[in-house]
Each structure stands twice: as C-alpha cells, then as structure tokens.
C-alpha cells in the first residue's frame, strides 16, 4: 500500500495529476473518504494529468460526469446509491472497460467494484487541511 500526504487542496490535486502518469486508460479508481476530505480536488488533478483543463466537478446530482482528455473518463458521485437497482440505472457496468471510472462514495458500491480496482482512501491528518492518501491496487 501506497501512502502520501498532501497539505492543501492544490497538493491534493497534484496527487492526481501524478497518478494520472500512470494511467493506461481503463482502470477504475475507488475514492473512499467522508464529506469533504478532497476527492473531487483529487479527480480534478487527475482530469488535468490527462488533458482536462477546465470543467471538473462533483456529479452530485447529474450522477456521472463524463470529459474527454487523453481517455474518455466518467466520474461518478455514488453518494445516493443505496441499491443495486440504483446502481444498475447510473449505467456503471457500461462504463467499465471503456475508460477511467473515478468514482466518489466508493463504499456505497464497494461489493460491485472489479477486482482490479485502486482503491484510495482520503482521510484527514493532523491539521484541518491535511489529507492521507492510502493507495491499494497496481496500476498495470
């Protein structure tokens, strides 16, 4: 497991461009972590990595936002998915295999996640602004 601290929201967004390096362009990428601990920032780093320069926000209410960079990526807010009948009606298994699914509320869907899921969970450090990024899963 892979762990990094970020103490702004401008490091947290950082991170994600970072691991945006990494990315081949199918993986699924688990966000775990409460209100407020940066996934969003996270997402909007990661969309810049891969060529999204404006635009990212949180899918609260639209469920999935979709941007096109250097691979199609959906970002999902799963934060109102309680169900299977839920799940299935945001259209996610659609999704898989056919770019980089960033997904918020991760532990609303935890046992629907592929395998090969990266997992990070977001938590809070030692100050307000400190984030703790705890990273499993391979980038392949």
């Known amino acids: ?32 972590g409460g209100l407020g601990m940066g996934k969003t920032a996270f997402t909007r780093g990661l969309c810049r990595g ?22 199609n990526i959906y970002h999902f807010d799963m934060y109102r998915v309680t169900t299977w009948d839920d799940l299935y009606s945001t259209g996610f298994f659609d999704y898989i295999d056919n770019g980089v699914l960033v997904i918020e509320w991760s532990e609303n869907i935890e046992g629907a996640l592929p395998e090969n899921a990266v997992k990070i969970t977001i938590s809070r450090g030692e100050s307000d602004n400190q984030r703790i990024f705890e990273i499993e899963g391979a980038f392949d």
């Open 50 to 71: 891969l060529g999204v320069d404006e635009g990212v926000s949180s899918p609260t209410f639209a469920l999935v936002n979709e941007y096109g960079g250097k691979y």
């Open 1 to 32: 497991m892979d762990r990094l601290i970020s103490n702004s929201p401008e490091e947290t967004e950082k991170i994600g461009e970072r691991i945006a390096e990494k990315l081949k362009g199918t993986e699924v990428i688990a966000l775990f």
